[in-house]
DNA sequence: CGTCCAAGGCGTCAACGCGA
DNA sequence: TCGCGTTGACGCCTTGGACG
């Protein structure tokens, strides 16, 4: 497995909507190119040179947005995993606290 | 070892929403 | 209406672990 490990801790209260982002990374990796456009049949050089030529720059531009996009989500489900650890660790410290509270409440009335 | 399987990443397509 | 960015869905590939 070769993933770029990047680690945030945002220390979880983090509420995002539309993945938002926490902190910024930016990487860009070779760009694999593929041959082909269904537009450029029948056309004159120029105009299938061009027509292929937008193609091929519209799937570089997806490429990179699609990884983008996938960045941002692995971010933002960890954003909601740190959350959720921190509202357990809240929810285990209240109870303890209703625990000792009701104990007290109890030997008083005793 | 070799095989199988699950997990994760990638590229591409299609659909959608938004601003010009 | 058009062009563009974003994202879900799909299929493919790679990798690591379990198992015989």
Redesign the pocket.
Known sequence: ????GDETESASTGEMS??QICTPTSSL??????A?SPGSLHSPPHVADETTR??QL?????????????????EYVKCLENRVAVLENQNRTLIEELKALKDIYCHKVE
């Open positions: 497995m070769a993933v770029a539309g993945y990796p070779q760009g694999v190119v593929m082909g937008k193609r519209r799937l570089m531009k997806n490429r990179e947005a699609a990884r983008e996009c996938r960045r941002k989500k692995k």
